[in-house]
């Protein structure tokens, strides 16, 4: 475990070497974090955005489906414009979790099982569609299509009670670098490939590769150093300290 202390060191080591890593990098997840499983009235900022954005538009689009493809029942329309943004999810999610994988392992290994469960419920909605027809069912598979696609990455929980906001802060920035490290990494390894091996270029390249390899792999330890400091590391941790 480290300090805030430590980790305000670390970083600003880090924004003084590399200020363009902590410029226009984003990571797509974990935008809003709580304390425990449930945070009052912040769990349910996430939900309040799934519903306005993704029911509303699901319902527009069900709308135009309906009214521009007449061999289509009202059933039918909406399920496809629900099933419409089911696959959404299922493209962006692997990003969203290429992301994680390499700026917050602990992360991760939570979340990184979601595309499997959004392919299963997108199945079970073509089912629905085509066989069983259930408008209860629909809404349903929709609700937990919007919690593995949107919610659980917009929504990181289970941090502690001592966590405070500057070292959640410290926290999002270091999975920021993180990202941001591995951005250099691809890059000169794609660089390298296009060089000769017996220039000068080539062997200041190599260096830079094995540089930004030290570099990235010091920076998700602080993480995840970070991350055992404030955050429980799974449901049953966080029950046990409840006892």
Partial sequence: MVSDKQAALFLKKLQIQ??????????????LKTKGLMDEIKEFIPWILAIMIFVS????????????????????AQGISALCFMLLYMLYVPLVLKQMKHS?????????????????L???????????????LQIVLFF????????????????????????????????RFNFWSYKQIIRLKLTLKFSNKN???????????QHFKNLHLK?????????????????????????
Avoid at 26 to 31: E, I
Avoid at 123 to 128: D, P, R, T
Avoid at 147 to 163: D, M, Q, T
Avoid at 166 to 175: P, S, W
């Fill in 18 to 31: 590399y200020p363009s890593a902590f410029r226009r990098n984003f990571v797509f997840y974990g935008m």
């Fill in 57 to 76: 538009l699901s319902l527009s689009l069900g709308h135009y489906i309906e009214s521009h493809f007449l061999h289509f029942t009202a059933f039918q």
């Fill in 104 to 120: 917050s392992r602990s992360y991760y290994e939570q979340q990184q099982h979601a595309p499997i469960k959004i392919a299963a």
């Fill in 219 to 243: 920076s998700m330890h602080m993480e995840q150093q970070l991350c055992l400091t404030h955050k429980h590391q799974d449901l049953e941790n966080y029950l046990d300290s409840l006892m």
């Fill in 144 to 175: 937990f299509a919007m919690g593995f696609g949107f919610v659980k990455f917009y929504k990181e929980n289970l941090f502690r009670n001592s966590a405070t906001h500057v070292g959640l802060y410290y926290l999002q920035e270091l999975r």
């Fill in 199 to 209: 220039s000068a270029t080539y062997q200041q390249k190599l260096k830079q590769l």
């Fill in 122 to 136: 997108i199945i079970l909605q073509a089912v629905n569609i085509a066989f069983i027809e259930s408008t209860f």
